[in-house]
């Protein structure tokens, strides 16, 4: 089970962590993602992050903004964001890709296996 939390409000120019807490079983051989998907739209990659957390990647709207992390210790995955943006506005979703184990950091929805609830973020401009 991924247990995302850590949304909120926030003025635009401010920053937020978001965390996700894995529980049940262990992920760090996985690859873990965040996803966002605002009102109306579809859900989009927004970062990923390999099972060693060595290899990054973000989408170009996240870019020199958002930092993702994760503490395998801790099973928690991480989303630093500054600089934020109304644009940011949406729920985010953490999400465990078993494609992991063989070193890839994938952007599709469909090659994630697990799934958190989901945390709201509300940027105001």
């Known amino acids: 089970q991924l247990q995302a939390c850590g949304g909120g409000l926030v003025q635009a120019g401010g920053s937020l962590r978001l965390s996700c807490a894995a529980s049940g079983r262990t992920y760090s051989s996985y690859a873990m993602g965040w996803f966002r998907q605002a009102p109306g739209k579809e859900r989009e990659f927004v970062a990923g992050i390999s099972w060693t957390g060595a290899r990054t990647d973000y989408a170009d709207s996240a870019k020199g903004r958002f930092t993702i992390s994760r503490d395998n210790a801790k099973n928690t995955l991480y989303l630093q964001m500054n600089i934020l943006k109304p644009e940011d506005t949406a729920v985010y979703y953490c999400?465990?890709?078993?494609?992991?184990?063989?070193?890839?950091?994938?952007?599709?929805?469909?090659?994630?296996?697990?799934w958190g609830q989901g945390t709201e973020l509300t940027v105001s401009s």
């Open positions: 999400a465990a890709s078993r494609q992991g184990v063989v070193g890839i950091i994938s952007r599709r929805v469909r090659e994630y296996d697990y």
